[in-house]
């Protein structure tokens, strides 16, 4: 389990097993994939769909599901123009198969044994990797403190808000910052705007504690959420990023 | 939709590369050979909306690798990226 596997990547047959619907747009499918090596939280997987023409579309999508579980969750952002993501999000059936690759990364990742205070900063579905990184220190015993900023549209739009509330009632030195872009709810405590300055300074850890970081979403959100942080005074290279283009994902 | 909207990073061509070397190419390191930057492949800037994958450095953002597959073969342009440093597998 959780290592970077040396051998090659072949595409190989994945079936649906469980299917979840996390917002309006963002559903969680758990597929089984024969002889899956393990993965390492933050990993990817690519995805082929192939029509009857011969016709063929990858795309790559994070992996949610920690190294502990045995079974490959995604979760995917449904884009009304997307050539694969309306297919797997609302055509897939649980039985399905579907072709997929990996787990494939080795830059974007995080090892539940590093002691660094962690520093998650996502936009909208860029939340997916993270996810897949705070599932994994939920399940160690010695836990570096974690804080994770969670930037989305609107409420209903917030993946995995009822997990991330239970994972910090756990009280077990994770805090999540959210905020939203494009709504004020009533009640609503967390933040209304986008990413700036003031934010950055109110949730990153102090540059003297080295943090680790990571920083996931859309590209312009990852661009301003980087800049910031090196404003901020980190060194450039403690934050990795992974942008997913103009879209939720790449090409959809 | 701008072309620096549709930048991605090394971690986007993970797989790609992986089609082509054994070892997971993410965590490699390689140095430019416009301006010395080193810089883990996933931090490279990526432009996959050419006809073939188009890299560069994110120090100058000269062209580091250029990739190209189609009609079951590869052409490698890695004239950019003087060393590559990886893992032993």
Known sequence: ?252 | MTIAEMMLDGNAIGGLLREIFVAEMTDARGTCAYCGAVNPVGRLQVYVHAPGTVVRCPACEQVVMRIVRGGGRYWLDFSGTRTLELRET
């Not at chain 1, 089984?32 to 690519?46: C, I, K």
């Not at chain 1, 030195?173 to 939203?180: Q, R």
Request: proline content about 7%.
């Open chain 1, 1 to 252: 389990m959780g290592v970077i596997s040396p051998a090659p990547l072949r595409w190989q047959q994945a079936e649906l097993v469980e299917l979840m619907r996390e917002t309006p747009r963002v559903s969680t499918l758990s597929f089984n994939v024969m002889n899956w090596p393990g993965h390492l939280a933050g990993q990817h997987v690519d995805v082929r769909l192939t029509a009857e023409d011969g016709y063929e579309a990858e795309r790559s999508y994070s992996i949610a599901s920690p190294p502990e579980q045995r079974s490959v969750a995604l979760t995917i952002e449904r884009l009304d123009d997307g050539e694969v993501s309306p297919y797997l999000v609302g055509e897939l059936k649980i039985g399905d198969k579907i072709e997929l690759r990996g787990p494939i990364g080795g830059y974007f990742v995080w090892r539940a044994g590093d002691d660094r205070p962690l520093l998650l900063v996502a936009g909208g579905s860029g939340v997916v990797p993270l996810m897949a990184m705070l599932r994994h220190r939920a399940t160690v015993s010695h836990k570096s403190p974690a804080r994770l900023l969670l930037s989305s549209r609107t409420f209903d739009d917030i993946i995995y808000r009822e997990e991330l509330d239970r994972l910090v009632a756990a009280n077990d030195g994770l805090s999540v910052f959210s905020t939203l872009t494009r709504e004020k709810p009533s009640g609503w405590k967390g933040y209304t705007r986008r990413i700036d300055a003031e934010m950055v300074r109110d949730v990153a850890w102090p540059k003297a504690q080295t943090p680790a970081v990571f920083v996931c979403g859309p590209t312009p959100f990852v661009e301003s959420a980087a800049n910031l942080l090196v404003g901020f005074g980190y060194d450039p290279l403690w934050v990795k990023t992974e942008r997913f283009g103009a879209t939720g994902t790449p090409g959809g």
